[in-house]
């Protein structure tokens, strides 16, 4: 049954797709079939596959320097609190920017390499990640401060042993969030210039008018972006066990 | 206070066979305060003086000009309604109380400041640690070095309190009675001569709550502990001395000192006897303070 359901929700989506091709009658350079994009994907799939390693080095960079300077924030402005009266605001206000928008300014600065991709991953998956953990960071059980406080621990162990394990669960969400942010910001960063990657392909496939590839990049950027969200969640789900079980519960 | 452990003894009441685990060890209790492990902390048990506590909470005086003193080595139970500021007066003492007022000290005027240990209703373990983790948390937070010695220290009040073979298991594992005793553990890991409990027992089930009171009488005996309890029977059970706390602003009176030595049999007479008086009293005390937060001006 587990494995079941996935199963007839993608071969009910695969027929919802070919019911509507024949119901609108839409010609292939508009709406292709999914035997089309099938085919596609089997004559391309070496290109395609190359593409698709990119744009998910891309994430996964971004994930990385995104996840890791999103940390260390919610753990500078959780410890210095001058740092949370000036930086909070700022961080708020910084959201304000559509990270879409600096996409063209990204790769003015850092080429059409990977590194702007790379920016843009990490931007858009930043914030997620400092308020979520900021927020764990501020939420400790306060039996277990007070408890700490009567056990004499230093401010630096009571941050280490207490409040960091304890935001961790706070962190895992915030991380898949940023999971499944992260390809949005590449592939944008792809579209404003880039020379590889799936958002590559699209575009210059869109001008060719070969829909069918352009849909054969997208399911694979699908699959991808669903298999690493999943191993993610799988990651965090082993790393935190006493938090699996918690939400095993509530489910 | 070994001869305390001694003359409990004959105290203790009969149990049924099949209370589990937790029973067997309280065999041991009358030896248990010879342990290295459990003997208090190197300074001896001293008593606590409180002197003019003064708590307001939203604009309304919980206790003002409060006296409470806790007599050296003893248990003193703290007893009262709901809501009347037991807890707040305990967390005074803790050092815990934001906003609340008021001297805290021992007979020589001394802070009592790292002496002593708490233990909340909750038992605040760490979830992702194990319960050996939870116990040791003490010494880690401190930054004491995690020798061989802590945790045989460790392992031992573990054992004590029926613990050892889940010492490696992680918190949620356990049942309620099984993680109030490893918080029990964790209290006396710390070693402090003074022991303030916040109605430890009041989320176990009954027969849980008598095997933690027997349990925690036995290792508690010969430090100073305030025991903030709304249960008259536990009070009497584990208490040498008995405070009721009642009105608004709160007062203490009545300091009941019932014959013989915690744990007392809870079919013993005397204590049956004092129970209907305390539970009396509590409903007067209760009826006052509704009436005063009625009518009265």
């Not at chain 1, 049954?1 to 359901?5: A, F, G, S």
């Given at each position: 049954?587990?494995?079941?359901?996935p199963?007839?929700?993608?071969?009910?989506?695969?027929?919802?797709w070919?019911?509507?091709?024949?119901?609108?009658?839409?010609?292939?350079?508009?709406?292709?079939?999914?035997?089309?994009?099938?085919?596609?994907?089997?004559?391309?799939?070496?290109?395609?596959i190359?593409?698709?390693?990119?744009?998910?080095?891309e994430?996964?960079?971004?994930?990385?320097?995104?996840?890791?300077?999103?940390?260390?924030?919610?753990?500078v402005?959780?410890?210095?609190?001058?740092?949370?009266?000036?930086?909070?605001?700022?961080?708020?206000a910084?959201?304000?920017?559509?990270?879409?928008?600096?996409?063209?300014?990204?790769?003015?600065?850092?080429?059409?390499?990977?590194?702007?991709?790379?920016?843009?991953?990490?931007?858009?998956?930043?914030?997620?990640?400092?308020?979520?953990?900021?927020?764990?960071?501020?939420?400790?059980?306060?039996?277990?401060?007070?408890?700490?406080?009567?056990?004499?621990?230093?401010?630096?162990?009571?941050?280490?042993?207490?409040?960091?394990?304890?935001?961790?669960?706070?962190?895992?969400?915030?991380?898949?969030?940023?999971?499944?942010?992260?390809?949005?910001?590449?592939?944008?960063?792809?579209?404003?210039?880039?020379?590889?990657?799936?958002?590559?392909?699209?575009?210059?496939?869109?001008?060719?008018?070969?829909?069918?590839?352009?849909?054969?990049?997208?399911?694979?950027?699908?699959?991808?972006?669903?298999?690493?969200?999943?191993?993610?969640?799988?990651?965090?789900?082993?790393?935190?066990?006493?938090?699996?079980?918690?939400?095993?519960?509530?489910? | 206070?070994?001869?305390?452990a001694?003359?409990?003894?004959?105290?203790?009441?009969?149990?049924?066979?099949?209370?589990?685990?937790?029973?067997?060890?309280?065999?041991?209790?009358?030896?248990?305060?010879q342990?290295?492990?459990?003997?208090?902390?190197?300074?001896?048990?001293?008593?606590?003086?409180?002197?003019?506590?003064?708590?307001?909470?939203?604009?309304?005086?919980?206790?003002d000009?409060?006296?409470?003193?806790?007599?050296?080595?003893?248990?003193?139970c703290?007893?009262?309604?709901?809501?009347?500021?037991?807890?707040?007066?305990?967390?005074l003492?803790?050092?815990?109380?934001?906003?609340?007022?008021?001297?805290?000290?021992?007979?020589?005027?001394?802070?009592?400041?790292?002496?002593?240990?708490?233990?909340?209703?909750?038992?605040?373990?760490?979830?992702?640690?194990?319960?050996?983790?939870?116990?040791?948390?003490?010494?880690?937070?401190?930054?004491?070095?995690?020798?061989?010695?802590?945790?045989?220290?460790?392992?031992?009040?573990?054992?004590?309190?029926?613990?050892?073979?889940?010492?490696?298991?992680?918190?949620?594992?356990?049942?309620?009675?099984?993680?109030?005793?490893?918080?029990?553990?964790?209290?006396?890991?710390?070693?402090?001569?003074?022991?303030?409990?916040?109605?430890?027992?009041?989320?176990?089930?009954?027969?849980?709550?008598?095997?933690?009171?027997?349990?925690?009488?036995?290792?508690?005996?010969?430090?100073?502990?305030?025991?903030?309890?709304?249960?008259?029977?536990?009070?009497?059970?584990?208490?040498?001395?008995?405070?009721?706390?009642?009105?608004?602003?709160?007062?203490?009176?009545?300091?009941?000192?019932?014959?013989?030595?915690?744990?007392?049999?809870?079919?013993?007479?005397?204590?049956?006897?004092?129970?209907?008086?305390?539970?009396?009293?509590?409903?007067?005390?209760?009826?006052?303070?509704?009436?005063?937060?009625?009518?009265?001006?």
């Open positions: 049954m587990k494995l079941l359901r199963l007839v929700i993608f071969l009910g989506l695969i027929l919802l070919q019911l509507l091709v024949w119901v609108s009658g839409a010609p292939p350079y508009i709406l292709p079939g999914p035997a089309r994009v099938a085919l596609a994907l089997a004559e391309r799939w070496r290109e395609l190359g593409h698709a390693g990119v744009t998910l080095a994430i996964l960079l971004g994930l990385l320097l995104g996840g890791l300077l999103g940390m260390l924030s919610a753990l402005i959780a410890w210095f609190r001058p740092a949370r009266l000036w930086l909070m605001p700022v961080l708020v910084s959201q304000a920017i559509p990270v879409f928008a600096l996409a063209p300014i990204l790769v003015l600065w850092l080429g059409y390499g990977m590194a702007s991709k790379v920016a843009m991953a990490t931007l858009i998956i930043y914030f997620p990640v400092t308020a979520a953990f900021f927020d764990g960071l501020r939420r400790t059980e306060p039996g277990w401060l007070d408890l700490a406080r009567t056990m004499g621990g230093s401010p630096y162990r009571v941050l280490r042993h207490i409040r960091i394990p304890a935001a961790l669960p706070a962190l895992t969400s915030g991380l898949r969030v940023a999971t499944a942010v992260a390809p949005i910001g590449a592939v944008v960063g792809e579209w404003v210039g880039s020379s590889a990657g799936l958002g590559y392909i699209m575009l210059q496939e869109n001008a060719r008018m070969r829909i069918d590839v352009v849909f054969a990049a997208l399911l694979l950027l699908a699959v991808f972006a669903v298999m690493l969200y999943y191993a993610v969640d799988w990651a965090l789900r082993r790393a935190l066990p006493w938090q699996a079980e918690d939400d095993a519960e509530r489910r | 206070m070994p001869t305390a001694i003359v409990r003894r004959p105290n203790r009441p009969r149990r049924p066979e099949s209370a589990g685990p937790a029973q067997e060890l309280l065999g041991e209790g009358a030896l248990l305060t342990s290295p492990a459990i003997r208090s902390a190197a300074d001896p048990a001293p008593a606590v003086d409180v002197k003019a506590a003064r708590l307001a909470y939203r604009g309304e005086l919980l206790f000009d409060l006296d409470l003193a806790l007599p050296a080595g003893r248990t003193t703290l007893l009262g309604p709901s809501g009347v500021g037991k807890s707040s007066l305990l967390r003492i803790a050092g815990l109380a934001e906003g609340a007022r008021g001297h805290v000290g021992d007979t020589a005027g001394a802070a009592v400041q790292g002496r002593i240990a708490y233990m909340a209703q909750d038992d605040l373990l760490l979830p992702w640690a194990t319960v050996l983790g939870n116990v040791m948390l003490g010494p880690r937070l401190r930054g004491e070095p995690a020798d061989a010695q802590t945790r045989a220290r460790a392992m031992e009040l573990l054992a004590r309190v029926g613990l050892a073979a889940s010492a490696a298991a992680r918190p949620d594992r356990l049942s309620g009675g099984m993680r109030q005793r490893a918080a029990l553990a964790r209290t006396l890991m710390e070693q402090r001569p003074i022991v303030l409990m916040d109605e430890p027992f009041s989320s176990l089930d009954a027969i849980t709550r008598y095997e933690l009171q027997n349990m925690a009488a036995g290792l508690l005996a010969g430090r100073t502990v305030l025991l903030v309890t709304h249960d008259p029977l536990e009070a009497l059970r584990l208490g040498h001395r008995i405070l009721v706390m009642a009105g608004r602003p709160a007062r203490l009176d009545q300091a009941l000192e019932p014959a013989g030595i915690p744990p007392r049999d809870p079919s013993d007479p005397d204590l049956l006897a004092h129970q209907a008086e305390l539970l009396k009293h509590l409903a007067r005390a209760h009826a006052g303070s509704a009436e005063r937060g009625g009518a009265a001006p």
